[in-house]
């Protein structure tokens, strides 16, 4: 599917939304989990992680956000310990957290 759309119409909820509702029907014993890629910037990242927590209103959601740009990688370690709902993540990250064995 392609949509395009100006600025603040609503892209990203449209691809947010049926995640958070798929998310919403797991069991708790499924080990289900979204993984959204955000683009090319780490402001569109922030932006999907903002969507994901406004949206999101299930207090047990958790959202981990694995960007570059100056952030250590261990910054994010701690939610990926814990285990998170939604990955947020640029695929060079990605692949940095999974060499350190953070992600399967």
């Not at 599917?1 to 029907?25: C, F, N, Q, S």
């Not at 990688?73 to 064995?101: E, N, Q, W, Y």
Request: net charge positive; hydrophobic share 40%; aromatic share 4%.
């Amino acid at each position: 599917m392609l949509g395009i759309a100006a600025d603040r119409h609503g892209k990203t909820a449209g691809y947010v939304l049926p995640m958070l509702a798929r998310l919403e029907r797991r069991t708790r014993a499924s080990a289900h989990a979204a993984l959204a890629d955000p683009g090319p910037t780490r402001e569109l990242a922030a932006q999907v992680e903002q969507s994901f927590e406004k949206y999101g209103h299930q207090p047990q959601l958790s959202v981990a956000l694995l960007i570059g740009g100056g952030l250590p990688p261990t910054s994010s370690c701690a939610k990926l310990d814990r285990g998170v709902d939604v990955l947020i993540a640029h695929a060079r990250r990605l692949l940095d957290h999974f060499g350190r064995g953070k992600i399967l």
